[in-house]
């Protein structure tokens, strides 16, 4: 008895240093998260700054109009800073999404400049978007969101540089994609894939990518958060998420969502 209820206690014990693990894993990654939007935040603010503080009355108007651009800029990143509290409150409450019929390229395109700014001089990024693309229909906020960590992810991948492409294009599926778990409809999707030069996965990571609070990043570096999440919401809205990557051939993640049947 006495043996039974010391293997309860430890059990118990490490079962607790198991949730302050992962609790700190949270609160490290969603600090540094917060960090990369206030960092947007704060260099448009500097931007906007320093156009208006250089302006004379020559080119005021230049220089308002480029510090409104900035000011937007701030706006939109406060706006997924936002997101990501509801990300966090959508993980933890499991609270309802919120659909909407949404073009993934114009979404794409809306933010290729804030995915620049973001990443950085050593990330050439660029944006391949389908004309004509099928509608689909998604919480703009979260997908959103979902690009953004899938693109940060990627840098961090890309320590010394690389390339980001953020592609889109319709597809038709009559064949499950790789690793699909649960049931599978055929049908017509649209795809984001967001396609890096970075160092890649092995195998038994890439199995693991979307398991909650994994993550290969040093300690208050990532969550372990944002695949888990960009693969529940896109289940939720009956997509399936496909990573393929391999060490030293980078990495594709691949967002496939399905058409919108009341829109064209």
């Known amino acids: 008895m006495k043996d039974r209820r010391r293997q309860d206690k430890s059990q118990e014990r490490l079962a607790q240093a198991q949730r302050l693990e992962s609790l700190g894993q949270l609160a490290g990654g969603v600090a ?3 960090n990369n939007l206030l960092a ?34 701030i706006s939109r990143a406060g706006e997924r800073a936002a997101s990501l509290t509801r990300q966090l409150l959508a ?14 390229s114009r979404l794409v395109g809306d933010m290729a400049d804030l995915l620049r ?5 050593a990330i ?29 992810n990627a ?45 890649g996965m092995p195998e038994d990571v890439r199995r693991r990518a979307v398991d909650p609070f994994f993550t290969t990043k040093p300690q208050g570096k ?15 809205s009956g997509g399936y998420l496909v990573i393929d990557s391999a060490p030293g051939k980078g990495t594709t993640i691949t967002i496939l969502m399905p058409r919108d049947p009341e829109v064209a």
Request: glycine share 8%.
């Open 91 to 104: 993980f933890a409450r499991r609270q309802p999404l919120a659909p909407k019929v949404v073009n993934l």
């Open 222 to 236: 990532g969550t372990g958060l944002g695949l888990s999440m960009t693969f529940g919401f896109v289940r939720q």
């Open 117 to 121: 700014r973001t990443l950085g001089e």
């Open 155 to 199: 840098r961090d991948a890309m320590p010394d540089g690389g390339r980001l492409v953020v592609e889109t294009r319709d597809v038709a599926l009559t064949q499950p994609p790789p690793d699909v778990e649960g049931e599978f409809v055929p049908g017509d999707y649209v795809a984001l894939a967001v396609i890096d030069t970075g160092s």
């Open 40 to 73: 947007v935040i704060l260099n448009y603010a500097e931007f906007a700054a320093e156009e208006l503080a250089a302006a004379t009355e020559s080119d005021w108007a230049g220089r308002c109009a480029s510090a409104h651009d900035d000011l937007e800029q």
């Open 124 to 152: 050439e990024v660029e944006t391949v978007v389908a004309g004509g693309l099928w509608n689909t229909v998604a919480d703009p906020a979260q997908v959103e969101s979902a690009i953004l960590n899938l693109a940060l």
């Open 32 to 34: 540094h998260d917060f």
